[in-house]
């Protein structure tokens, strides 16, 4: 089975570029807008407005982001331990018990697990966290608000940004999704249209997968030619009884040999940690049920010590883009537009982390505006500059260091990937050195198996509900899937979704899209995954 082939296209989903639009006299005009109020769009919005601010010569300077969030943060889900760098760069003059920080990392172990024993192993260079901080970053996120609000920042939540509008090849603003619509699509009685919101530059900030990101990198031809890859991520945040006095991440059980990825448990201060399983989504069997292998690890000896007595407090779930150097954009700056973040692939996978990459991005790409709102000038010719300084970033510098590891993982056997990553790890990725992937994780041929039925202690329903769901039930879908779906199809999704959105009615497909936590598994190998009403989805608070 070939996901691709049952994938419809990313342009017959949407209208997601409208090109030379009417715009509405409603249309809210900025001179710069943000898009999604993550890690780079916060970090971006906050650096340009003290930039601003700083300039006695500058006119006030309208500064927006849009967010599809309820509340910021609701959509932020991370594992993370976070490099405090960049932060720490926005706000020089703050002690470090002045930010949203949990837990500074004071140790750290990484163990090789079989089904009921581990083994530890030395701790990779690429994963040490020495200086870094444990946070939940949908918290980082609202204390970035507040910031962001005090230096007169326009944070507008519930506006999804639902296409993107070019006038003569220039972006000049992005539409929101609208309001109000019924089951059927139509009108209901709390109806509004979507709005234009209409800026010098935009910077697409969306996180990972983002339509409007991917649909300008196709519309201008700009995308690498290593596609974008991805891995799934399931989460929990768990009250213990004792504190987690280290960062702890895994290989091995519960995930097959043959699929890349592992797990992690971090501390969040004295009496929570961050639990959760990271796979690759070009795993070769269609039965491989992240939400499920992560209800298992629950039992194996290393994580049930820790969680034993303790209470759930947030379930979550999203993908991550594994692509790192080779699947970056050919151009991160166009007419009127920037692009950050996730949505760009920023994460250094061996690493994992993302978080500071963002923020970074985000802060040259503010750098950037503000030198062309001083020449009024935002063409590609002036916002290329962006280019040059990522190229000169942190960024690119660690991602190409790595920049084969992650693909070693798709032509080889674990054990034998791994001795390849080691020796990349020490030559800076120059030995061995594979070719960069040519393939999509959905040309990825998948292994037909029957589902999976086994009962688990968390159900994928209720972990919804630990989601902190906001959906309305009588929402139109925004998941579109492909046509002539099979019993075998349908089974492959059912296991794919962590949510519970797909399930099974006889040998038919069901969709329950208000269950959707818009992790976009199914975007990256099934049904497409579109914006839908502001405020639709989860409501994050602890991850």
Request: proline letters at 6%; glycine letters at 10%; charged letters at 25%.
């Amino acid at each position: 089975m070939k996901p691709i082939d049952k994938q419809p296209e990313l342009s017959k989903v949407n209208d997601f570029i409208i090109e030379n639009p009417e715009v509405g006299e409603e249309h809210v005009p900025l001179d710069v807008l943000f898009v999604g109020a993550g890690p780079a769009g916060m970090a971006g919005a906050i650096k340009l407005a003290q930039l601003v601010k700083a300039d006695p010569d500058m006119d006030d300077i309208e500064i927006g982001i849009l967010e599809k969030a309820e509340s910021l943060g609701g959509h932020t889900l991370s594992g993370a331990v976070m490099n405090p760098g960049p932060l720490k760069s926005l706000f020089p003059d703050l002690k470090d018990s002045d930010f949203p920080f949990k837990t500074k990392v004071k140790g750290e172990a990484v163990y090789f697990l079989t089904e009921n024993g581990k083994v530890r192993m030395p701790t990779p260079p690429t994963m040490k966290n020495h200086g870094n901080y444990s946070v939940s970053l949908c918290e980082v996120i609202r204390w970035m608000g507040e910031k962001a609000e005090d230096l007169g920042v326009n944070v507008l939540t519930s506006f999804p940004a639902d296409s993107l509008l070019l006038k003569d090849g220039k972006v000049i603003g992005t539409r929101t999704t609208p309001m109000g619509l019924i089951k059927d699509g139509s009108p209901g009685p709390d109806h509004m249209e979507g709005t234009d919101v209409i800026a010098d530059v935009t910077v697409l900030t969306e996180g990972t997968r983002g339509p409007l990101a991917q649909s300008y990198l196709k519309h201008t031809n700009t995308e690498s030619d290593a596609p974008q890859i991805y891995a799934l991520g399931v989460k929990e945040v768990w009250k213990v009884k004792k504190p987690l006095n280290k960062v702890i991440h895994t290989l091995g059980h519960p995930l097959p040999r043959d699929t890349f990825g592992g797990s992690w448990m971090y501390p969040m201060g004295e009496d929570m940690v961050s639990f959760g399983l990271v796979a690759g989504l070009d795993y070769k069997k269609t039965d491989l049920d992240v939400h499920y292998e992560l209800q298992q690890l629950k039992k194996h000896p290393l994580f049930a010590e820790i969680l034993d007595g303790g209470e759930l407090l947030q379930w979550g779930a999203k993908t991550i883009p594994e692509g790192g150097y080779h699947s970056m954009p050919k151009s991160l700056s166009g007419d009127g537009v920037l692009l950050a973040g996730d949505c760009v692939g920023m994460v250094n996978v061996p690493a994992l982390k993302g978080i500071h990459y963002a923020m970074t991005a985000g802060i040259h790409a503010a750098e950037t505006i503000y030198e062309s709102l001083k020449k009024k000038d935002f063409s590609k010719e002036s916002l290329k500059s962006y280019d040059e300084k990522i190229s000169k970033s942190i960024i690119k510098k660690d991602l190409y260091k790595v920049r084969n590891i992650r693909q070693a993982f798709m032509k080889s056997g674990f054990w034998m990937a791994n001795f390849k990553a080691a020796l990349m790890t020490v030559t800076g990725g120059l030995f061995p050195s594979p070719k960069a992937h040519d393939h999509e994780d959905a040309e990825t041929t998948k292994i037909y198996q029957e589902l999976k039925q086994a009962k688990v202690d968390l159900k994928k329903v209720d972990a919804v509900f630990q989601a902190g769901n906001k959906t309305r039930d009588d929402i139109p879908s925004h998941l579109t899937v492909g046509e002539d779906i099979s019993k075998e199809w349908a089974e492959f999704y059912v296991n794919l979704c962590p949510a519970g959105v797909y399930e099974l009615d006889g040998d038919r497909l069901v969709v329950n899209a208000p269950n959707c936590v818009d992790c976009k598994a199914t975007d990256v190998l099934g049904p497409r995954w579109q914006p839908r009403e502001g405020g639709s989805g989860p409501n994050y608070t602890l991850m």
